[in-house]
């Protein structure tokens, strides 16, 4: 049966928070034939400007009977300032309860709050705007880190791109890893970010003075994940010490140089085993480890949860 999305747009909504959501699940239907549809409603019908003055054409309003499955709320400039007047509050939330999930895309989370005053909900939005949210939304708990949060049904996102996230994660939870994989691949993302996976990324965290000069590192360290690099290796790519370099991890990322790439390779081996049709042997190969049963310590170590049992879990 046809899952049917509306998505939720009005003037200064930003074309990523809805076009990058919209292509995840419509891309679906490649391989799971017509198992999504989508919609657009706003205020009014016709023309919506995006927030840089891009305009897509809307055929419903909340006046209009509508059937839906998932509702999507957009974000943007615009979303995060417009006031609901009490009838339109009314019918979207009436329309919000009639469905059996409700999404938020990126500053979208600004309007949940105005949906859901009777329930407190654990939310997150771009880390940009959370303290804004969290001081409109005070009976809300506003999560700045991770990517999405699903709490009673209700979905919301981070920032823009992060709103493919959490489609992936939804079209997960409908028809598994493989399928998810296949749309994953469709729209060149390379892996799909769970939903603990922090807003602040080392990758951004090292964008400014001394720290950059960590950046050649990081990207050197994903490139030979599989390989067994020493300390001695990674001061020689940032043209460092190692005690240079091992001052600079304690500093930024509280932690030794050693410790951070084994973090990454099982952050790393974590998302390949959310592809499809995982391999756990072969992946701790991937990622570096010489045997098995030592990725399975190291990876019960650091995530509490033995590989398989996650993948059971998961």
Request: glycine share 4%.
């Amino acid at each position: 049966m046809t899952k049917k999305l509306l998505f939720f747009v009005a003037d200064g909504f930003q074309a990523l928070d809805l076009f990058g959501p919209l292509d995840a699940f419509m891309e679906t239907n490649s391989f799971v034939s017509e198992y999504y549809s989508s919609q657009l409603f706003s205020l009014r019908r016709g023309e919506v400007k995006s927030t840089h003055g891009q305009k897509v054409l809307v055929e419903y309003t909340l006046d209009d009977v509508l059937d839906v499955d998932y509702l999507i709320i957009c974000g943007g400039a615009g979303m995060r300032t417009l006031a609901l007047n009490n009838t339109q509050t009314k019918q979207l939330r009436n329309l919000a309860d009639s469905a059996k999930k409700v999404m938020s895309i990126c500053t979208g989370s600004f309007i949940l709050a105005q949906l859901y005053r009777d329930k407190p909900l654990n939310i997150t939005t771009h880390w940009r705007h959370c303290n804004d949210l969290a001081s409109r939304a005070s009976h809300c708990d506003v999560s700045p880190d991770p990517l999405y949060i699903e709490d009673q049904g209700v979905w919301s996102s981070a920032g823009v791109l992060s709103g493919v996230d959490l489609a992936l994660a939804v079209i997960r939870s409908d028809h598994g890893n493989v399928i998810a994989a296949k749309v994953a691949k469709e729209l060149v993302v390379y892996l799909q970010r769970s939903s603990h996976q922090s807003q602040f990324s080392d990758l951004l965290e090292i964008q400014s003075n001394e720290s950059i000069r960590l950046s050649p590192l990081l990207d050197w360290l994903i490139e030979n994940i599989s390989s067994p690099c020493t300390v001695t290796e990674m001061a020689e790519v940032c043209a460092l010490s190692e005690r240079q370099l091992t001052r600079l991890f304690k500093k930024y990322f509280n932690t030794t140089p050693s410790q951070y790439f084994k973090k990454m390779r099982l952050d790393r081996a974590k998302d390949l085993m959310n592809l499809e049709h995982p391999n756990l042997s072969l992946i701790a190969s991937q990622v570096g480890f010489k045997s098995y049963d030592s990725f399975r310590r190291a990876f019960m170590e650091r995530f509490g949860i033995s590989p398989s049992h996650y993948l059971i879990n998961h």
